[in-house]
C-alpha cells in the first residue's frame, strides 16, 4: 500500500507556467508508521514553460548540491549529482500507467472545500486560505488477497493569484493519467479544486487498516491507523531568467540505473507547492 501512494505523487510533479519563476520554500515530511526521522528539506525551484529545476540547499532527502529536472510535461524525471558527475532518468509514465495496471478499488469517495478567507502575508503576498478534506476506502489486491484502507486527507493551502491563475499539475495531460478511473479521479480532486499558488501548505494523510492486528499473548484485535504530515512554506519568490542549460544535465555526466538513487530520493517528486 505504501508503493501505491509513492507512486500518487509521482503523477503529481510537473508545474507548467507561462514566465519563469524561481523561489526558495523548506518541506517537512512526518510519519508514525515508521522508526524513520522526518525528512527535511530546503531547496530553490526553477520554473518555466513547463520544465521545472529543484537544487537542493540542505536536508536528508538527497545530497545538498543536487538537483532535478522535471520535462515533457512531467514525465520525464532527471536526478543530476554534481558531486559524483551522475544522473538518473525516471519516466513517470511508467510509475503512474503501473497503477492502472494494478487491482485498486476506490469506493465512498468524498470531498469537501472550504474557503476560509484572507489569511497571512508569505513570501510578500497576501494569500487567501483553504481547507480541502477527501476520504475514501482503497482496496489494493495483494498475492491474491484484499488489502483495505479508508483514507482521510486533510489539505491546507494558502495560495496568491500574484502569478495568475496556474495550474499546478500536469493531471489534464492524458499521458500522465493512471487509466484507473477511481484513482484518476482522488488525482483531480487533489490537484484542481483549490485554485492559485500555493505558498504554503500542510497535508495530513491518515490511514486505517481494515486488517485486524492481534497483540501478542491476547485475542485482541485493533485497526491499524498510520499519520503522515507534510510541511511546506515559500520563504522567497521572485521573476528570473533562464535558459537552456538551466534545464539539461552537463556534457559528459554517466547516467546511472533507478535502483542506484538514494534512499527517499522520490520524496523529492512533491517538492513543488503543488503537493
Given at each position: ?23 526558495e520554500?523548506?518541506q ?35 545530497p545538498?548540491?543536487?538537483?532535478v ?10 536526478f543530476v ?5 551522475t ?29 476560509i ?24 489486491i ?32 492524458a499521458?500522465?493519467?493512471t ?48 499519520i ?11 521573476s ?23 534512499k ?8 513543488t507547492?503543488?503537493?
Amino acid at each position: 500500500m505504501k508503493r501505491t501512494f509513492v507512486a500518487l505523487a509521482l503523477a503529481l510533479f510537473a508545474l507548467p507556467l507561462s514566465a519563469a519563476i524561481q523561489y526558495e520554500f523548506f518541506q517537512k515530511t512526518t510519519s508514525d508508521g515508521d522508526n524513520a526521522p522526518p525528512a527535511d528539506l530546503s531547496a530553490r525551484a526553477t520554473v518555466d514553460n513547463g520544465r521545472t529545476r529543484v537544487d537542493v540547499i540542505s536536508g536528508n532527502v538527497y545530497p545538498p548540491g543536487s538537483y532535478v529536472i522535471s520535462s515533457e510535461g512531467g514525465r520525464r524525471m532527471l536526478f543530476v549529482d554534481p558531486t559524483m558527475k551522475t544522473f538518473t532518468e525516471v519516466n513517470t509514465t511508467s510509475f503512474v500507467s503501473g497503477i492502472g495496471a494494478s487491482n485498486i478499488q476506490i469506493e465512498n469517495l468524498k470531498s469537501d472545500l472550504q474557503t476560509i478567507g484572507a489569511s497571512d502575508i508569505i513570501a510578500g503576498h497576501p494569500t487567501t486560505q483553504y481547507r480541502l478534506t477527501l476520504s475514501y476506502d482503497i482496496t489494493v489486491i495483494y498475492r491474491n488477497m484484499p488489502l483495505k484502507q479508508s483514507v482521510r486527507t486533510v489539505i491546507d493551502k494558502w495560495t496568491t493569484v500574484a502569478f495568475g491563475e496556474l495550474v499546478e499539475d500536469a493531471v489534464s495531460n492524458a499521458s500522465l493519467r493512471t487509466g484507473n478511473l477511481e484513482v484518476d479521479k482522488v488525482i483531480d480532486l487533489e490537484a484542481t479544486r483549490i485554485k492559485g499558488f500555493p505558498l504554503r501548505q500542510n497535508v495530513t494523510v491518515t490511514t486505517i487498516s481494515h486488517r485486524k492486528r492481534s497483540v501478542s499473548g491476547s485475542d485482541l484485535k485493533f485497526p491499524t491507523t498510520r499519520i503522515r504530515q507534510k510541511e511546506m512554506w515559500v520563504t522567497a519568490i521572485r521573476s528570473t531568467a533562464t535558459n537552456n542549460e538551466t534545464f539539461t544535465v552537463p556534457a559528459g555526466f554517466k547516467k546511472m540505473d533507478v535502483q542506484q538513487l538514494p534512499k527517499g530520493a522520490t520524496e523529492i517528486v512533491t517538492l513543488t507547492p503543488g503537493k
